[in-house]
């Protein structure tokens, strides 16, 4: 059960959706924070990714 969780949470974490947009973190003038969070790693793995396709 502990494995399925942690490959699940992987396999999210790795493909986040393309419409993962900051409108879309946005209702009632509140942010969802796991949501903010989420799209942050995104900008972060993009980035990493980007750099070591340099190296």
Request: proline fraction near 0%.
């Amino acid at each position: 059960m502990k494995e399925n969780k942690e490959r699940d949470f992987k396999q999210l974490s790795l493909n986040i959706s393309e419409s993962m947009t900051t409108a879309i973190l946005f209702s009632n003038n509140q942010i969802y924070l796991a949501l903010l969070a989420i799209s942050s790693f995104k900008a972060f793995k993009e980035r990493i990714t980007k750099l070591m396709v340099k190296l």
